[in-house]
């Protein structure tokens, strides 16, 4: 693999990935529609790609489907946030105020 001799900066794709290989690394150049995501969002799943690409060296023999893409980090503030949801949830239900209801002739009403 050679490095790129020009700049890429169209692509007819939403999100394209060049891969140039250098003497001890790896090169990404990511071209994307601006009107599609934010920069941010980018290096998110540079970072994603990197990891995968690196679990996928480590284990070449394994699934794709196997592989992480997620930083040991990014799995911690993952598994946080999700506790939070569910205390937030639990905390909610456990606030909401039962109403009572009374059933005549198979029809509905609420008590006042």
Not at 37 to 53: Q, V
């Amino acid at each position: 693999m050679e490095f790129f001799p020009i700049s890429i900066t169209r692509s007819k794709f939403d999100v394209a990935v060049f891969v140039a290989e250098g003497k001890a690394d790896f090169t990404q150049h990511w071209v994307y529609s601006t009107e599609l995501f934010k920069p941010e969002t980018i290096r998110g799943m540079a970072s994603h790609f990197e990891t995968l690409l690196g679990n996928a060296l480590a284990q070449p023999g394994a699934r794709l489907s196997a592989l992480e893409m997620l930083t040991t980090e990014e799995k911690f503030e993952r598994e946080q946030e999700r506790k939070e949801r569910k205390r937030s949830q639990r905390k909610r239900l456990m606030t909401v105020e039962p109403k009572a209801l009374t059933l005549r002739g198979g029809s509905e009403s609420e008590k006042e």
